[in-house]
């Protein structure tokens, strides 16, 4: 039996409701489709920083190196300030372990309402790659004169040709890997006149390598306006780590919850571990009534288990949770259901376990 060896670090507040769906959901496929993964669990978080005084143990990164990949659940905790959980566990493990494309898709499901007039399921499916190591996340920067009048706060965004030629060439290949082979490039460089002007002459000379691609180039404000008026003219964007991480907030309002939206943090080199992660934070006003959307999780498991070679594991992980939104029965509160998170994560397995029985046994 194919056996995988994942580091699962479930964070703060809902991830620890929403992974363990992840978890029972790769377990069915699993048994299904003649593979096991194996968890080494890590309690590393805000509650852990509490405690120890450090988000994540000074050797994480080594210990996190030999896994397959990561399954993560989200960061944050109202005692302890986002930038100290944000820059102390999730950026950290993209930067050294050079994640540097974060793929983040948006699909209108069916049987999920859309918040846009007359869009139909599929009508939204787009992927936004994000730059996940540099840009405006870089963490360049300092505070001096603290508490004085004058006080000041440089944070530097740092773009390298190296850190955007990488990204862009990544979001080319997956754009023509996909039927419509469309790239937009989303930058501000009318405004950013050195990082983003470097970033649109990468993208340039990167997007000529590959002919087949239909390339634009949008402001991210134009963009954001797009999302919402004309979002089937989109299909693939590369965009920094600011732009992105924004306009995929957006791109899962307008594909009905953020407890839809997956994301999957990939060092496509295999050098180190990647990471797999719903988009949505731990949402401290939900936490502990296990009624958080587990879908965005379940997704992210099957993004992982595509990235580990089980395709066939990963395409009906998706089916079974288009059956769920489909057949709309069970539902979390956020898009207008009364489950509850586990009961969304069973019904995802019995989707499953009806797929392969309705394929007669056999999916691989
Ligand atoms: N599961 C993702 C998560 O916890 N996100 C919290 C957050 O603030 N993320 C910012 C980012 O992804 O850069």
Wanted: net charge negative; with cysteine.
């Amino acid at each position: 039996m194919r056996e995988y060896h994942v580091a699962l670090m479930p964070g703060d507040g809902i991830g620890h409701e929403v992974c363990p769906e992840g978890v029972k959901v790769m377990a069915a496929a699993g048994d299904l489709l003649g593979f096991r993964i194996a968890y080494e669990t890590f309690d590393w978080g805000c509650e852990y920083y509490l405690r120890h005084g450090e988000m994540m143990p000074a050797d994480a990164l080594q210990r996190l190196q030999p896994f397959a990949a990561i399954y993560f659940g989200a960061v944050g905790f109202p005692t302890v300030p986002d930038h100290i959980s944000l820059h102390g566990l999730l950026l950290p493990i993209r930067q050294a372990f050079e994640q540097y494309a974060n793929v983040r898709p948006s699909l209108l499901l069916p049987g999920v309402p859309c918040p846009l007039r007359d869009k139909q399921p599929g009508d939204i499916d787009f992927i936004v790659v994000r730059e996940n190591t540099e840009g405006e996340y870089a963490g360049a920067g300092g505070r001096i004169h603290r508490g004085l009048p004058l006080e000041l706060a440089v944070e530097t965004s740092i773009f390298t040709r190296e850190g955007v030629e990488r990204v862009v060439r990544f979001a080319a290949e997956l754009a023509m890997a996909r039927p419509r082979k469309r790239l937009v490039n989303v930058t501000k460089s009318n405004a950013q006149r050195h990082s983003m002007v470097l970033w649109d002459e990468v993208f340039e000379r990167v997007a000529a390598e590959f002919p087949a691609l239909t390339t634009e180039r949008v402001l991210v404000d134009a963009m954001a306006a797009r999302f919402v008026l004309k979002p089937e003219s989109l299909d693939v964007m590369v965009a920094s780590n600011l732009f992105a991480d924004i306009l995929t907030d957006l791109g899962s309002a307008i594909c009905g919850s953020m407890g839809l939206a997956p994301s999957a943090n990939i060092n496509p080199e295999r050098k180190y571990p990647s990471l797999f992660e719903p988009v949505h934070g731990s949402a401290p006003d939900i936490a502990g009534r296990g009624t958080a959307n587990p879908i965005a999780a379940i997704w992210s498991a099957a993004m992982m288990l595509e990235f580990l070679g089980e395709k066939p594991a990963a395409d009906m992980v998706m089916d079974a949770i288009r059956a769920v939104t489909s057949a709309g029965s069970v539902l979390t509160p956020d898009l207008g259901g009364r489950a509850r998170t586990s009961e969304v994560g069973d019904e995802v397995v019995a989707q499953l376990r009806g797929l392969v029985e309705g394929a007669g046994g056999s999916i691989a």
